[in-house]
Each structure stands twice: as structure tokens, then as C-alpha cells.
């Protein structure tokens, strides 16, 4: 297991990978110090690693390496430290590190780190040129391969390309943008996280407060103390989207009175994603904000409704159409708990999922085909999750408050979805819906020209292999659905905003449908 309390990352994989250059981006978005240790290697010996070779001799620098680095761990620093290409050949160095903290081998094609290396031939002691270089890589190719964590990089792709998918590995994420930066971790046992980052916090919270439903506080409750080191007042809703509601936001309200709720003090969301967006609502808005913390519970929650800072509840009108930009200090997604999930709650999150796919990772469509076969594997339903979060992470940060139109993308499925959920009571799920909507997106996209014929079949064969519907259900009044659309939150101008597919990767927003084809496709006309 990662040992996810160390607040230290390291960079590993071949020479002339660029592990410097990722290491100093990485530090910017994660709020840490850039640390490479070559460069604390010649601090150490006075001099270039070139020359010390060619002095001292490769025996003697890697003795310098295996010293600077086990007094760089003892730190164990706050950092992002980029490894030479070599560092870990030596057991003991490996042992050392991974004690330490996470290790990402990236991987970058040999003919990219040829070009590299000749363009600066001779400053690579154990790789002068691209011969020397190829050997290299050769002969420690079993070695790079042993690591877990591991990014294969195609082609050459710019700097500002490679930190995201490296920062998805690890697993953490501070999204920024909004409000004060906050950190977004996800792996096996992230509940015990809560001590380092509630100590962090400033000013310390005095009185806490743990919101869950009727299912997730008998279920975890007692992780939570237990990570806490003591018990703290609780308040469960009941579950269900039916109880997005301002009554139970009053009672969330009320349960915050009772625990002596202050401006500095702290409530715990504890479940999937009702009850995150009604305690982050219910936080906004007690004594004019209050901070909030999320402990998501469900794929859903953890790969989509978790993340944003959008919070709220729902009018009979429409779902969400009140709430409040205000995101928590941090989301802790512990996916041990994802055992307990209902298989209706799976198939909701793994539509979300696709639609992550669908909207800026198609590498997802390969995951979600494994699901069935390694659903009870909790590795790999971290990197599901990881992958998944880190597109609408990537699409809040570029769009934090919805003002450019990219964070829009993650509306795809959700316009004429959400007019589903609501048309039936909410007796088809938020998911359920969301798959249903983004065939339907797909659909008016091939209607107006905007996609190839077929993308609708591929994404309606893709939903249904992970069994939800795709179909608006029979019976629906496309009148009724209609009327639940002319209060969708994305309207403007009068005219309601679509997010529509054009193909799978990319997605177009602020689209407006004439409506011959609205009608149509509500009217469940699929040609």
C-alpha cells in the first residue's frame, strides 16, 4: 500500500525522461518543493556528476547518491523529488524510497530519449550518447517495469501534457481555482489521512461534526472515529435523492447548532453524493460559511459529485436549482469502502465514469472494460477512480466557475438526464439518467451534424455492457420532460445549453438544439 501520510513524492524512470522538469511542475500545482537529486549530489561532492565519475569513479558516486538520498528521506521533505535514472538499481535505495513515499516510473519511447540525449551529448555520465543511452535502458528495462505506478508516455508530448498524468498516478490532486487550494486524495485507507490534513487546517477547527445517511454512518462511522482518535457528534439523513431537499438542510442546520458549530470549526460529509452537496449547501451557508470536508463513499461521489465545490439541493422544479460555489478544504476518497456498494450504486458511478471517457480520456473505455472481471480488485478500482476524477479535475481548473465553457463539458448527459430523473420522481437514478442522456446527447449531436453517424451506437453499446439503460423510459410524456428542461440551471439567454459529444474524447458545449430535434429525441426517436 502507498503510504499515503508521507507528504514526499518521487520521480523515477530512464535518463533524459525530463523527472526535473515534471518534478518543478508538479511542485507548483501541489504547493511543494521541487528537489532533484543529482543536483543535491553535486552539492554534496563539490562539483558535476560528470566530473566526479570521471575522478572518484561510478563506485564512488553512486556511494555519494545512496548517502544524499538516505539523508534526503530522514527529512522526508514536503517535496517532489525527481531520481536519477538509476537510483534505485541498488536494493537498499529502493527500500529506503518506498518506506519513504510513492514512486512514479514514467516511460518515455527510446527513440525521445535519444534526441534528447544527443542534443546534449556528454552530460549524462552512464549515457554520453544514444548508443550508450539504448544499452542503458536495455539493461534495466525488468527494473523500470517492477514499479506499480507507472506512466508510458506516447510520442513526445509538451511538458504541461506529462504533470497531469503523472499527478493522476500518485493518486492526489489539489484543485485550485475556486477558493483556497485544496487536496483531493484517492487510495485504499484514505480515511486515516484525517489527522495530518485536519492539522493543517487554520485555525484548528474546535467542534466537528459528521454528516452521513442512513447507510453510510452505521457502515463507517466507526473508521472515521477511529482515524480521528476519538468520536465526534453525528447527524443522518435519510438516503436517497428523494431528501435533496431544504428540509433536510435545515436539519443538517439544526444538528450544527447542537454541536456548537463556529466560523472555525468543521462538518465531515460522509457518504455519496446528496449527502456531500447538502453538507457542503448547509456549510456555505451557516453562520455565513463554514468549512467542509468530504469523505465520499461512493464510485459516483468519489469520481464526480465529490469534486467541484458545487453544492445545493433540489426544488420540486428541477434538481439542484439552489446551492452555492464553496468547495471543501479537502476530499479524502477511501476506496476500501466501495465494497459495500449496492449494484445499482455501481452501475451510477460507472456512468459518470464513462462519461469521463467520453468527455477527455478515452484510455477509460479500456478500464471500464476490465470492470467485470476485477471489480474486487481494490487497486484497480483506485486507478478507475483516479483516472476518472483527474478529467473533471482537470476541467475545473481550467473553468472553475463555469465562465469559459470547458468545465461545461461535464454536463454532457446530464441536460436532458437530469429532466428524466426529475419526470420520474427520481425512481430512475442519477446514473441511470446520465447514461440515458448522453446516448440522447449523442444522438441530437448526429442529428445537427455535429458528430459521425454511429458515435450514439458505440456509446449506447458501451452503457449497456455495464448494465444501465439507455433508453428514455417508455411512457414518459415528452411534454413532461420539456418542462422539466425550461428550468434546467444551464440555461442562458432564455435557451437551454447543451453539452454535446462530437467525438469520444471531445465534447462541445453551449450548444442550442432546434427544437424539431429536441422534440424528436424526447419523443424517443433514435434514426
Not at 528537489?35 to 549530489?41: G, W
Not at 458549530?261 to 446528496?274: I, N, S, T
Not at 468547495?327 to 445499482?344: G, I, K
Request: charged letters at 20%; glycine letters at 10%.
Amino acid at each position: 500500500m502507498i503510504p499515503l501520510a508521507s507528504p514526499t513524492l518521487f520521480l523515477y524512470g530512464p535518463p533524459a525522461t525530463g523527472k526535473s522538469t515534471c518534478a518543478q511542475n508538479l511542485a507548483v500545482v501541489l504547493g511543494k518543493t521541487a528537489i532533484d537529486l543529482d543536483t543535491e549530489v553535486e552539492r554534496r561532492v563539490g562539483m558535476s556528476i560528470p566530473e566526479y565519475v570521471a575522478k572518484a569513479g561510478a563506485t564512488a558516486f553512486r556511494d555519494a547518491e545512496s548517502e544524499t538520498l538516505r539523508a534526503l528521506c530522514a527529512r522526508r521533505p514536503d517535496a517532489v523529488v525527481a531520481l536519477g535514472g538509476g537510483t534505485l538499481l541498488r536494493p537498499e535505495n529502493r527500500a529506503c524510497v518506498e518506506a519513504c513515499g510513492p514512486v512514479v516510473c514514467i516511460r518515455t519511447p527510446m527513440e525521445v530519449l535519444a534526441r534528447r540525449v544527443e542534443r546534449k551529448a556528454g552530460s549524462r555520465p552512464f549515457s554520453k550518447d544514444a548508443e550508450a543511452l539504448r544499452k542503458t535502458v536495455e539493461e534495466r528495462l525488468e527494473h523500470y517495469d517492477s514499479f506499480p505506478l507507472c506512466v508510458t508516455l506516447l510520442g513526445d508530448p509538451p511538458p504541461q501534457e506529462v504533470w497531469p498524468r503523472v499527478l493522476a498516478a500518485f493518486g492526489r490532486y489539489r484543485v485550485a481555482g475556486m477558493a483556497s487550494p485544496y487536496l483531493v486524495e484517492v487510495a485504499p485507507g484514505a480515511f486515516a489521512e484525517l489527522p495530518r490534513v485536519l492539522a493543517r487546517l487554520e485555525p484548528a477547527p474546535r467542534h466537528l461534526l459528521l454528516v452521513g445517511d442512513s447507510n453510510t454512518l452505521p457502515l463507517y462511522r466507526e473508521k472515521v472515529f477511529a482515524a480521528l482518535g476519538r468520536e465526534v457528534p453525528c447527524h443522518a439523513i435519510p438516503a436517497g435523492e428523494a431528501h435533496k431537499t431544504l428540509a433536510t438542510v435545515e436539519r443538517i442546520w439544526e444538528a450544527m447548532l447542537r454541536a456548537g458549530l463556529e466560523r472555525g470549526d468543521l462538518a465531515l460529509a460522509l457518504g455519496g453524493g446528496v449527502v456531500g452537496d447538502l453538507t457542503g449547501f448547509a456549510a456555505a451557508a451557516w453562520l455565513r460559511g463554514i468549512r467542509w470536508l468530504n469523505l465520499p463513499t461512493s464510485l459516483l461521489a468519489m469520481v464526480d459529485a465529490g469534486v467541484g465545490g458545487k453544492t445545493g439541493a433540489d426544488l420540486p422544479a428541477g434538481k439542484n436549482l439552489i446551492g452555492a460555489f464553496h468547495p471543501p478544504c479537502a476530499v479524502l476518497s477511501d476506496t476500501e469502502t466501495l465494497a459495500t456498494l449496492p449494484e445499482r450504486e455501481w452501475r451510477c458511478g460507472l456512468a459518470e465514469t464513462f462519461k469521463h471517457a467520453v468527455i477527455g480520456d478515452p484510455g477509460l473505455m479500456t478500464l471500464l472494460g476490465d470492470f467485470a472481471a476485477r471489480r474486487g480488485d481494490v487497486d484497480f478500482l483506485t486507478q478507475l477512480v483516479i483516472r476518472s476524477v483527474g478529467v473533471k479535475i482537470r476541467a475545473i481548473q481550467e473553468d472553475p466557475f463555469e465562465k469559459t465553457g470547458r468545465r461545461a463539458a461535464l454536463n454532457l448527459g446530464h441536460t436532458v438526464g437530469h429532466a428524466v430523473e426529475a419526470a420520474s420522481a427520481f425512481t430512475v437514478a442519477h446514473g441511470e439518467a446520465v447514461a440515458i442522456g448522453t446516448v440522447a446527447a449523442a444522438r441530437i449531436a448526429e442529428r445537427i451534424g455535429l458528430a459521425r453517424p454511429g458515435l450514439a451506437q458505440t456509446l449506447k453499446v458501451g452503457l449497456e455492457a455495464l448494465g444501465l439503460p439507455t433508453e428514455i423510459p417508455a411512457g414518459m410524456a415528452p411534454a413532461t420532460l420539456r418542462d422539466y428542461l425550461s428550468h434546467d440551471k444551464k440555461k442562458a439567454g432564455g435557451q437551454v445549453r447543451f453539452a454535446l459529444p462530437k467525438a469520444i474524447g471531445e465534447v462541445q458545449t453551449g450548444c442550442t438544439v432546434p427544437e424539431e430535434v429536441l422534440n424528436g429525441i424526447l419523443a424517443g426517436q433514435r434514426a
